[in-house]
Protein backbone atom coordinates (compact mmCIF):
# COMPACT_ATOMS: atom_id res chain seq x y z
CA UNK A 1 0.00 0.00 0.00
CA UNK A 2 2.88 2.27 0.69
CA UNK A 3 4.70 2.07 -2.73
CA UNK A 4 1.22 2.48 -4.33
CA UNK A 5 0.95 5.86 -2.73
CA UNK A 6 4.40 6.55 -3.35
CA UNK A 7 3.63 5.92 -6.62
CA UNK A 8 0.83 8.18 -6.67
CA UNK A 9 2.17 11.26 -4.90
CA UNK A 10 5.22 11.26 -7.20
CA UNK A 11 5.13 14.23 -9.97
CA UNK A 12 5.01 12.86 -13.50
CA UNK A 13 7.83 14.29 -15.77
CA UNK A 14 6.21 15.34 -18.60
CA UNK A 15 8.85 18.05 -19.75
CA UNK A 16 12.21 17.13 -21.80
CA UNK A 17 15.11 17.18 -19.24
CA UNK A 18 16.57 20.24 -19.68
CA UNK A 19 19.91 18.68 -20.75
CA UNK A 20 18.49 16.36 -23.31
CA UNK A 21 16.18 18.95 -24.73
CA UNK A 22 19.63 21.00 -25.27
CA UNK A 23 21.52 18.32 -27.06
CA UNK A 24 18.23 18.08 -29.39
CA UNK A 25 17.63 21.43 -30.22
CA UNK A 26 20.96 22.38 -30.79
CA UNK A 27 21.67 19.08 -33.15
CA UNK A 28 18.97 20.37 -35.11
CA UNK A 29 20.56 24.05 -35.19
CA UNK A 30 23.23 22.73 -36.13
CA UNK A 31 22.04 19.89 -38.58
CA UNK A 32 19.34 22.86 -40.37
CA UNK A 33 22.26 25.05 -40.38
CA UNK A 34 24.71 22.84 -42.18
CA UNK A 35 22.23 21.07 -44.63
CA UNK A 36 19.28 23.95 -45.48
CA UNK A 37 19.88 27.31 -43.50
CA UNK A 38 16.30 27.43 -42.82
CA UNK A 39 14.78 31.32 -42.11
CA UNK A 40 12.88 32.05 -38.98
CA UNK A 41 10.50 34.51 -37.46
CA UNK A 42 10.27 34.54 -33.96
CA UNK A 43 8.71 37.51 -33.44
CA UNK A 44 5.55 36.11 -32.61
CA UNK A 45 7.41 33.18 -29.96
CA UNK A 46 9.32 35.63 -28.33
CA UNK A 47 5.58 37.31 -26.96
CA UNK A 48 4.34 33.82 -26.39
CA UNK A 49 5.37 33.68 -22.59
CA UNK A 50 2.96 31.02 -21.40
CA UNK A 51 2.50 27.53 -22.35
CA UNK A 52 0.71 27.09 -25.87
CA UNK A 53 0.07 24.37 -28.59
CA UNK A 54 1.90 24.10 -31.72
CA UNK A 55 0.21 23.43 -34.55
CA UNK A 56 2.28 22.99 -37.76
CA UNK A 57 1.70 21.83 -41.62
CA UNK A 58 3.50 18.29 -41.98
CA UNK A 59 5.70 18.11 -44.95
CA UNK A 60 8.20 15.56 -44.19
CA UNK A 61 9.80 12.90 -42.00
CA UNK A 62 12.55 15.16 -40.45
CA UNK A 63 10.10 18.57 -39.52
CA UNK A 64 10.79 17.65 -35.68
CA UNK A 65 14.50 19.12 -36.17
CA UNK A 66 12.92 22.39 -37.64
CA UNK A 67 10.27 22.50 -34.99
CA UNK A 68 12.64 21.90 -32.21
CA UNK A 69 15.18 24.84 -34.18
CA UNK A 70 12.27 27.20 -34.40
CA UNK A 71 11.43 27.00 -31.24
CA UNK A 72 14.78 27.68 -30.24
CA UNK A 73 14.86 25.36 -26.59
CA UNK A 74 11.44 26.28 -25.33
CA UNK A 75 10.62 22.34 -24.22
CA UNK A 76 8.25 20.85 -26.36
CA UNK A 77 6.66 17.87 -26.21
CA UNK A 78 5.28 16.13 -29.66
CA UNK A 79 2.04 14.51 -30.03
CA UNK A 80 2.08 11.33 -31.79
CA UNK A 81 0.12 8.74 -33.17
CA UNK A 82 -0.19 5.66 -31.03
CA UNK A 83 0.86 3.38 -33.03
CA UNK A 84 4.33 4.90 -33.41
CA UNK A 85 4.72 3.66 -29.45
CA UNK A 86 3.84 -0.20 -30.68
CA UNK A 87 7.45 -0.61 -31.67
CA UNK A 88 9.23 -1.97 -27.89
CA UNK A 89 12.40 -0.02 -28.91
CA UNK A 90 10.94 2.78 -30.30
CA UNK A 91 8.95 3.06 -27.39
CA UNK A 92 11.61 3.98 -25.09
CA UNK A 93 13.32 6.71 -27.16
CA UNK A 94 9.78 8.23 -27.54
CA UNK A 95 9.01 8.16 -23.62
CA UNK A 96 12.61 9.76 -23.28
CA UNK A 97 11.63 12.40 -25.12
CA UNK A 98 8.38 13.18 -23.25
CA UNK A 99 6.11 12.23 -26.19
CA UNK A 100 2.62 12.41 -26.14
CA UNK A 101 0.70 8.93 -27.67
CA UNK A 102 -2.90 9.91 -28.75
CA UNK A 103 -5.24 8.05 -30.86
CA UNK A 104 -5.68 10.00 -34.46
CA UNK A 105 -8.92 12.27 -35.35
CA UNK A 106 -10.79 11.67 -32.17
CA UNK A 107 -10.61 13.04 -28.62
CA UNK A 108 -8.28 10.86 -26.40
CA UNK A 109 -8.81 11.86 -22.30
CA UNK A 110 -5.31 10.66 -21.00
CA UNK A 111 -3.44 12.18 -23.89
CA UNK A 112 -5.22 15.87 -23.25
CA UNK A 113 -4.35 15.25 -19.36
CA UNK A 114 -0.52 15.10 -20.25
CA UNK A 115 -1.05 17.94 -22.35
CA UNK A 116 -2.20 19.90 -19.75
CA UNK A 117 0.69 19.37 -17.42
CA UNK A 118 2.78 20.32 -20.02
CA UNK A 119 0.62 23.95 -21.11
CA UNK A 120 0.87 24.22 -17.25
CA UNK A 121 4.42 23.74 -16.72
CA UNK A 122 4.64 27.02 -20.20
CA UNK A 123 5.89 24.13 -22.24
CA UNK A 124 4.89 23.51 -26.23
CA UNK A 125 2.79 21.31 -27.61
CA UNK A 126 3.70 20.38 -31.44
CA UNK A 127 0.76 18.72 -32.81
CA UNK A 128 0.76 18.05 -37.07
CA UNK A 129 -3.01 18.45 -37.20
CA UNK A 130 -3.21 16.63 -40.84
CA UNK A 131 -2.28 13.22 -39.09
CA UNK A 132 -0.04 12.57 -42.38
CA UNK A 133 2.84 14.51 -44.43
CA UNK A 134 1.87 16.05 -47.80
CA UNK A 135 2.17 13.82 -50.76
CA UNK A 136 1.95 17.32 -53.31
CA UNK A 137 2.60 20.04 -51.78
CA UNK A 138 -0.59 21.38 -50.40
CA UNK A 139 -2.17 20.95 -47.12
CA UNK A 140 -4.02 17.26 -46.61
CA UNK A 141 -6.94 18.07 -44.47
CA UNK A 142 -7.74 18.95 -41.00
CA UNK A 143 -10.16 16.79 -39.08
CA UNK A 144 -12.40 18.87 -37.40
CA UNK A 145 -11.59 17.19 -33.73
CA UNK A 146 -8.98 19.20 -33.64
CA UNK A 147 -11.06 22.09 -32.40
CA UNK A 148 -12.28 19.72 -29.78
CA UNK A 149 -9.05 19.37 -28.37
CA UNK A 150 -8.14 22.99 -28.52
CA UNK A 151 -11.28 23.41 -26.66
CA UNK A 152 -10.49 20.40 -24.27
CA UNK A 153 -6.84 21.90 -23.08
CA UNK A 154 -8.21 25.31 -22.93
CA UNK A 155 -4.88 27.09 -24.17
CA UNK A 156 -3.34 29.68 -26.58
CA UNK A 157 -2.69 28.28 -30.44
CA UNK A 158 -0.34 29.10 -32.12
CA UNK A 159 0.36 27.86 -35.55
CA UNK A 160 4.18 27.56 -37.25
CA UNK A 161 4.08 27.84 -41.12
CA UNK A 162 6.81 25.98 -42.93
CA UNK A 163 7.43 26.72 -46.57
CA UNK A 164 9.63 24.97 -48.81
CA UNK A 165 9.80 21.60 -46.86
CA UNK A 166 8.01 19.78 -49.04
CA UNK A 167 10.18 21.09 -52.51
CA UNK A 168 13.67 19.86 -51.02
CA UNK A 169 12.19 16.75 -48.73
CA UNK A 170 9.74 15.60 -51.03
CA UNK A 171 8.57 11.93 -50.22
CA UNK A 172 8.89 10.83 -53.30
CA UNK A 173 12.34 11.94 -54.45
CA UNK A 174 15.55 10.05 -54.86
CA UNK A 175 18.36 11.85 -54.99
CA UNK A 176 19.11 14.96 -52.23
CA UNK A 177 17.79 18.55 -53.04
CA UNK A 178 17.02 21.65 -51.72
CA UNK A 179 15.75 25.09 -51.56
CA UNK A 180 14.72 28.38 -49.57
CA UNK A 181 12.82 27.52 -46.60
CA UNK A 182 11.19 29.56 -44.18
CA UNK A 183 9.45 29.22 -41.00
CA UNK A 184 6.99 31.50 -39.84
CA UNK A 185 5.45 31.85 -36.42
CA UNK A 186 1.36 32.74 -36.64
CA UNK A 187 -0.78 33.23 -33.41
CA UNK A 188 -3.84 31.53 -33.98
CA UNK A 189 -6.39 31.94 -31.00
CA UNK A 190 -5.73 33.16 -27.20
CA UNK A 191 -7.42 30.78 -24.69
CA UNK A 192 -9.61 33.81 -23.10
CA UNK A 193 -10.76 33.76 -26.75
CA UNK A 194 -12.25 30.21 -26.84
CA UNK A 195 -16.00 30.61 -25.30
CA UNK A 196 -16.76 34.10 -27.81
CA UNK A 197 -15.55 32.24 -31.03
CA UNK A 198 -17.37 29.39 -33.06
CA UNK A 199 -16.11 26.20 -33.68
CA UNK A 200 -15.60 26.90 -37.61
CA UNK A 201 -14.21 30.16 -36.40
CA UNK A 202 -11.82 28.22 -34.85
CA UNK A 203 -11.45 25.87 -37.59
CA UNK A 204 -10.44 28.57 -40.46
CA UNK A 205 -8.13 30.09 -38.22
CA UNK A 206 -5.76 27.14 -37.94
CA UNK A 207 -5.99 25.68 -41.27
CA UNK A 208 -5.24 29.60 -42.59
CA UNK A 209 -2.43 29.92 -40.28
CA UNK A 210 -0.67 26.62 -41.61
CA UNK A 211 -1.98 26.75 -45.05
CA UNK A 212 0.76 26.34 -47.71
CA UNK A 213 0.29 25.61 -51.41
CA UNK A 214 4.31 24.69 -52.22
CA UNK A 215 4.22 24.53 -56.47
CA UNK A 216 1.27 27.65 -56.29
CA UNK A 217 4.07 29.44 -54.31
CA UNK A 218 6.72 28.78 -56.72
CA UNK A 219 4.81 30.22 -59.53
CA UNK A 220 4.49 33.15 -57.57
CA UNK A 221 7.81 33.99 -56.27
CA UNK A 222 10.15 30.50 -58.14
CA UNK A 223 13.11 29.77 -55.85
CA UNK A 224 15.78 28.04 -57.54
CA UNK A 225 16.00 24.19 -55.88
CA UNK A 226 19.30 22.47 -56.26
CA UNK A 227 19.89 19.28 -56.98
CA UNK A 228 20.46 16.42 -59.60
CA UNK A 229 17.73 14.27 -61.32
CA UNK A 230 14.67 15.83 -60.12
CA UNK A 231 12.41 14.17 -62.11
CA UNK A 232 13.33 10.65 -60.55
CA UNK A 233 10.72 9.72 -58.00
CA UNK A 234 8.35 11.15 -59.99
CA UNK A 235 6.86 8.21 -61.39
CA UNK A 236 5.54 6.91 -58.15
CA UNK A 237 3.15 10.12 -57.97
CA UNK A 238 1.94 10.99 -61.01
CA UNK A 239 -0.88 8.61 -62.59
CA UNK A 240 -2.56 9.61 -66.07
CA UNK A 241 -0.30 10.88 -69.35
CA UNK A 242 -2.22 14.53 -69.95
CA UNK A 243 -1.48 13.43 -74.07
CA UNK A 244 -2.82 9.77 -73.84
CA UNK A 245 -4.26 9.37 -70.71
CA UNK A 246 -2.74 5.92 -70.02
CA UNK A 247 -2.04 4.79 -66.47
CA UNK A 248 1.03 4.32 -64.88
CA UNK A 249 3.19 4.50 -68.08
CA UNK A 250 5.82 7.11 -66.90
CA UNK A 251 9.20 6.32 -66.59
CA UNK A 252 12.26 9.11 -65.52
CA UNK A 253 15.85 10.03 -65.59
CA UNK A 254 17.28 12.75 -64.59
CA UNK A 255 14.87 16.15 -65.05
CA UNK A 256 12.97 14.38 -67.90
CA UNK A 257 9.41 12.56 -67.65
CA UNK A 258 8.71 10.32 -70.21
CA UNK A 259 5.48 8.06 -71.06
CA UNK A 260 6.22 4.54 -72.41
CA UNK A 261 3.09 4.71 -74.50
CA UNK A 262 3.39 8.14 -76.79
CA UNK A 263 6.47 9.15 -75.95
CA UNK A 264 4.78 12.49 -74.28
CA UNK A 265 8.14 13.98 -72.49
CA UNK A 266 7.70 16.63 -69.37
CA UNK A 267 10.73 18.40 -67.73
CA UNK A 268 10.97 18.85 -64.34
CA UNK A 269 12.41 22.67 -64.84
CA UNK A 270 14.86 24.32 -62.22
CA UNK A 271 11.95 25.78 -59.98
CA UNK A 272 10.44 21.91 -59.69
CA UNK A 273 7.80 22.97 -62.30
CA UNK A 274 6.04 20.94 -65.00
CA UNK A 275 7.38 22.07 -68.62
CA UNK A 276 6.18 20.83 -71.84
CA UNK A 277 9.16 19.62 -73.69
CA UNK A 278 7.48 17.70 -77.02
CA UNK A 279 4.68 18.89 -79.67
CA UNK A 280 1.04 17.28 -79.31
Known amino acids: MKNEKKKKNKKEKVLMPWWINFIFSTYSKIYLLLKYRPKINRKALRKQKRGCILIYN ?14 NYR ?4 VLASYFFFNKTFCKILTWARCISKDQFKPDISAIRKM ?4 DKNGIVAIAPTGQTTMDGTLPFISPSIVKLVRMTKADVMGLKMSGIYLSLPKWRKYPRKTKINLDFVPVVKKEELDILTDQEIYDRIVKS ?8 QQRLPHKIKGKHQAEGLENLMVRCPKCGSKHSFITSDNLVTCTKCNNQILVNK ?4 EKTSEE
Open 75 to 78: PVSF
Open 58 to 71: HSSNKDHYFVMSAC
Open 210 to 217: INVDEYLN
Open 271 to 274: YGLL
Open 116 to 119: KKVL
